[in-house]
Structure formats: structure tokens, C-alpha cells
């Protein structure tokens, strides 16, 4: 099974900071990364889908990158409204599998 | 606007079979494919399965001795079974819509229901 090692687990940073979260593979899965925001008491939300495609409504602070084992998501100026938990997520063809990284929680300063 | 909204009880009981549905609106169910996920208090979030409209499954390895997906596309609708749930099954159960392509990622999701497994 491919492991996502995501981090940090946790972040705080100030508003207009720019902020980056990592996720690293266990093994080269091309651009099948995904990365969503949950907010407590909701459901996660799509934000970066292929590794860096934005979501449509998401706004363009966010970005994601990365090809391979690593991947990418930054916030280039940190809102208020950010705050929030991170996954992300890859999706392996054989046999088909579904993991999560363990998260990021973004805290303000 | 696609919305998926889950429904089943809140409490089973320890050994037995926790049963939820997923309903679809605002699109058709025969496309896509349609997974379950789940979230323990405070944890983070583990893929269960999914389902495709000609009911081909897949499902997480580390639950697929207890697992049954299924769809009922007349309904516009899909359910989860697992059974002999413990106290580790207690977890917000979430059903989303995956998608596309090459990727699966999930686009649209249930608002997520709590289930606490409890005598």
C-alpha cells in the first residue's frame, strides 16, 4: 500500500504569511494527489485536484504542486478564513486505493 | 447542483451490522464513481470503498472482510454495511462522489453523519 507522510501536523502563521504544506509518497503515483480543506463540524472541501489543478470557486491563494513522491499545497497570503485542517489524498490504480495523508491544522498567530 | 445526504441510526450496538444510505440530488448516480469515508472523534479521515453505477466495488483492505457497498440506481441511492462494529467503528460516516479521469478525487460530499458504537 502507498503511504502519505504528510507535514507538519501542525502550523501556526500570521494573516498575509505564505504558508506551505507537504505530502511525500511512498512511491511514484504520477499527479494523482488531491488536497482538501475541513473546517470543524464540516465536511472536507476540494481545493487542489491532479496536484496543482484549483477547484472551481476556490480562490487562486491556493496552489498546489509537485510530480512523482512530492507534492505541494501553499497558501501565498494567508486569511483569517484559512484556518482549518489539510489532507491530502492519492489514489492508487493497482489495485485501486484510497489514502489519506494525516493532516495539517493551520492555526492564526 | 449535485447534494448527498446521509441517513441511518446513530447508535449500534457492539457486534452488530451498521447499515447507512446516501441519497443522491441534482444529478444522475449512474455516473461517477460513489465512495464512503470515515473520520473517528478527532482523527483523521480513512477512505472505506466505493461503488460504480454497474456495481463494480473496491474496498480499503484493512475493512474489506466487513464491508458491502451497494447502489440501488432507482432510487438514486447507495448504501454502506459493515458489520461486527466495536467501539473503533464509532465515526462520522461521510459518502462523497469521486471522480475523474485518470485521478479519483472527491468533488462533492455528504454533510457526514455520527454513528457511535455503544451498548
Known amino acids: 500500500d502507498i503511504q502519505m507522510t504528510q507535514s507538519p501536523s501542525s502550523l501556526s502563521a500570521s494573516v498575509g504569511d505564505r504558508v506551505t504544506i507537504t505530502c511525500q509518497a511512498s512511491q511514484d503515483i504520477n499527479n494523482y494527489v488531491n488536497w482538501y480543506q475541513q473546517k470543524p463540524g464540516k465536511a472536507p472541501k476540494l481545493l487542489i485536484y491532479d496536484a496543482s489543478n484549483l477547484e472551481t470557486g476556490v480562490p487562486s491563494r491556493f496552489s498546489g504542486s509537485g510530480y512523482g513522491t512530492d507534492f505541494t499545497l501553499t497558501i501565498s497570503s494567508l486569511q483569517p478564513e484559512d484556518i482549518a485542517t489539510y489532507y491530502c489524498q492519492q489514489y492508487d490504480h493497482l489495485p485501486p486505493s484510497i489514502t489519506f495523508g494525516q493532516g495539517t491544522r493551520l492555526e492564526i498567530k | 447542483q449535485v447534494q448527498l445526504q446521509e441517513s441511518g441510526p446513530g447508535l449500534v450496538k457492539p457486534s452488530e451490522t451498521l447499515s447507512l444510505s446516501c441519497t443522491v440530488s441534482g444529478g444522475s448516480i449512474s455516473i461517477y464513481y460513489w465512495s464512503w469515508i470515515r473520520q473517528s472523534p478527532g482523527k483523521g479521515l480513512e477512505w472505506i470503498g466505493f461503488?460504480?453505477?454497474?456495481?463494480?466495488?473496491n474496498y480499503n483492505p484493512s475493512l474489506k472482510s466487513r464491508v458491502i457497498i451497494s447502489v440501488d440506481t432507482s432510487k438514486n441511492q447507495f448504501s454502506l454495511k459493515l458489520n461486527s462494529v466495536t467501539a473503533a467503528d464509532t465515526a462520522v460516516y461521510f459518502c462523497a462522489r469521486g471522480c475523474c479521469g485518470a485521478d479519483y478525487y472527491f468533488d462533492y460530499w455528504g454533510q457526514g453523519t455520527l454513528v457511535t458504537v455503544s451498548s
Open positions: 461503488i460504480d453505477h454497474n456495481e463494480n466495488t
